[in-house]
């Protein structure tokens, strides 16, 4: 693929819908916010699961129906659950937010705007960020006693052996490489059918086009890959795609994308940028990804654009034993006014609290441990009754 395989009008095209999903602009922001939390029709996915599990439901902006529930499905398969068992509906946002027609559920996540999570019921409930961004300032030169010790060290003995590097390559040759060879296999191997990623024609218009494609290499070979795209302050670096060759099993467990997001801090120090922002994250400490993240000492921010003025309202309708299971082995970083972060473990008399799912980054120090008893005291025990036909 090449610049001239790609029309004027199309680049176009592809530049603008990148900045409706992506752009920090305000005014851009609040207007996809306005669009997707005032106008556009809410959706509703009820999911259970072969084997047991909670009933999980979620309602709001339907690109959460991805983010956000996803996130929860693999979440309750990693305590045993099969395979998701959905049914999608609509349902009427006034009724929705006054919580007098929620999910058929015993979790449910509602993705809205501040003010309409503000409107929903506090009984067994928080209200979360939607969507965050982990980012390393490494202007200030002084990032790595940030990062964990024993990221460091073990850094350290790669590069004792001689064999690893970082190849920046400017040539669509390369950007084919990457994203066939190394990213769509990658999200294909991590995610199923739940794969989603950026278009190719998008990837290469949007980020190739305007950011920096780097490889990580042992003995000259390509064996993982990260597409960034460079913000227009000209400060700010972003990780956007990655993967490994193949995506090969094998690299994964070398740790070939962790060794990249640290020799991607130590070019872009040399280069000038000011800060890395290493991407996305959902608001739960026991997704790998946070805690692979939060070993780079970053700051965990609201993301830039319209996800991060949305919120996620997380209320347990039931209280059953798969609920406070859930729960339990799912700690979250809840919001305390605007942008502030803290995180909420859960336990009762049976299930301590995983304080080994650790919080601690650049700017979260803050915790409290919250007693199911009481928050879920009101909530009926029980599966819910009334649930809509699964399909």
């Known amino acids: 693929m090449s610049e001239r395989t790609v029309a004027a009008p199309a680049r176009w095209r592809l530049r603008a819908r990148y900045l409706w999903d992506n752009s920090p602009s305000r005014p851009i922001a609040t207007a996809r916010t306005l669009l997707d939390t005032r106008v556009l029709p809410y959706t509703e996915v009820v999911s259970a699961a072969d084997g047991g599990g909670p009933v999980l439901g979620y309602a709001g902006v339907p690109d959460g129906a991805v983010k956000i529930l996803h996130t929860l499905e693999r979440q309750r398969e990693s305590l045993g659950a099969g395979a998701p068992v959905r049914s999608r509906g609509g349902v009427r946002r006034g009724r929705l937010l006054t919580g007098e027609r929620l999910p058929a559920a015993e979790l449910t996540a509602v993705a809205c705007s501040p003010s309409q999570a503000a409107r929903l019921p506090a009984g067994a409930a928080l209200v979360l960020p939607y969507r965050l961004h982990s980012v390393v300032d490494v202007s200030a030169g002084d990032w790595r006693p940030r990062v964990s010790k024993g990221e460091r060290k073990w850094v350290a003995s790669l590069r004792a052996e001689g064999r690893w590097g970082?190849?920046?390559?400017?040539?669509?040759?390369?950007?084919?490489?990457?994203?066939?060879?190394?990213?769509?296999?990658?999200?294909?191997?991590?995610?199923?059918?739940?794969?989603?990623?950026?278009?190719?024609?998008?990837?290469?218009?949007?980020?190739?086009?305007?950011?920096?494609?780097?490889?990580?290499?042992?003995?000259?070979?390509?064996?993982?890959?990260?597409?960034?795209?460079?913000?227009?302050?000209?400060?700010?670096?972003?990780?956007?795609?990655?993967?490994?060759?193949?995506?090969?099993?094998?690299?994964?467990?070398?740790?070939?994308?962790?060794?990249?997001?640290?020799?991607?801090?130590?070019?872009?120090?040399?280069?000038?940028?000011?800060?890395?922002?290493?991407?996305?994250?959902?608001?739960?400490?026991?997704?790998?990804?946070?805690?692979?993240?939060?070993?780079?000492?970053?700051?965990?921010?609201?993301?830039?654009?319209?996800?991060?003025?949305?919120?996620?309202?997380?209320?347990?309708?039931?209280?059953?034993?798969?609920?406070?299971?859930?729960?339990?082995?799912?700690?979250?970083?809840?919001?305390?006014?605007?942008?502030?972060?803290?995180?909420?473990?859960?336990?009762?008399?049976?299930?301590?609290?995983?304080?080994?799912?650790?919080?601690?980054?650049?700017?979260?120090?803050?915790?409290?441990?919250?007693?199911?008893?009481?928050?879920?005291?009101?909530?009926?025990?029980?599966?819910?009754?009334?649930?809509?036909?699964?399909?």
Request: proline share 5%.
């Open 166 to 391: 970082l190849e920046v390559a400017r040539d669509p040759g390369s950007f084919d490489f990457f994203y066939d060879r190394m990213h769509v296999p990658t999200m294909r191997m991590r995610h199923g059918d739940r794969a989603r990623s950026l278009p190719k024609d998008r990837a290469y218009t949007c980020l190739f086009r305007h950011g920096l494609l780097a490889f990580v290499t042992v003995d000259g070979a390509r064996v993982a890959g990260m597409l960034c795209r460079l913000e227009r302050d000209g400060a700010t670096l972003t990780s956007r795609l990655v993967g490994v060759v193949e995506g090969d099993e094998h690299w994964h467990r070398q740790g070939v994308l962790k060794l990249g997001n640290h020799l991607l801090l130590e070019w872009a120090e040399e280069h000038g940028i000011r800060r890395v922002d290493f991407g996305g994250l959902e608001a739960w400490l026991s997704k790998g990804l946070f805690q692979r993240k939060r070993k780079l000492g970053p700051r965990i921010v609201p993301a830039p654009g319209h996800q991060g003025q949305l919120r996620v309202w997380w209320h347990a309708g039931r209280d059953t034993p798969a609920v406070r299971d859930f729960l339990v082995a799912n700690p979250v970083l809840e919001l305390i006014g605007e942008k502030e972060l803290r995180a909420v473990y859960f336990c009762d008399d049976a299930r301590p609290a995983r304080l080994d799912l650790a919080h601690r980054c650049a700017n979260i120090e803050e915790f409290r441990t919250v007693h199911l008893d009481a928050f879920l005291a009101g909530a009926p025990a029980g599966a819910p009754h009334g649930s809509r036909e699964r399909t």
